[in-house]
């Protein structure tokens, strides 16, 4: 067992579960970048070095926290067909869009300046779930149900990260899944 291991142990999945949702609570409430280890530390009642120790950094923190939160649904999605699978990835993204949209809109600007939070996201977060969205489009491809060169399926990650983003500022609202199904099941 490594020393990291051994110190993680110590933590009970419940106590980390408190510690994400502090994170994420601090992320909707004031953006990343006023959140600090310290108001995490606070808002949780713990030391900021459990933090410090479990995590390292800010970004891993952060990373870890929003893994947690989504627990690869989209990965589990399968219902036998692309446009079934589409319309659940969808249902799933609507179920949360709000909550996850003002995560994603508290972590856009940082993202694009902060090199070890992109990539501890993408990591985390991005690659998963386009992932998921690329063995769906095999699956379909497999089954007759699309061509493999259509040219929609490489936008379908983007598409759909993309629509949850935008709908709030274009339109003043989150993204249900009807608007979701509406804009990915045309492909």
Partial sequence: MTSTSARRSKITP??????FQAVLDELREHGYDALTMERVAARASCGKSTLYRQWQTKPRLVAAALRAHRQGAVA????????????????????TSGRDTRLT??????VLYDEELRSALREAIVEPEVAALGAMVERAVRRGEIRADH????FLPAQLMGVLRIRPVLEGRYADAEYLVMTLIHI
């Fill in 76 to 95: 589990e999605v399968d219902t036998g067909s692309l446009a079934g699978d589409l319309r659940e990835t969808a249902r799933i993204a609507a179920c």
């Fill in 151 to 154: 040219p929609a399926v490489e």
């Fill in 105 to 110: 809109h508290a972590l856009g600007h940082a």
């Fill in 14 to 19: 419940e106590r980390e579960q408190e510690f």
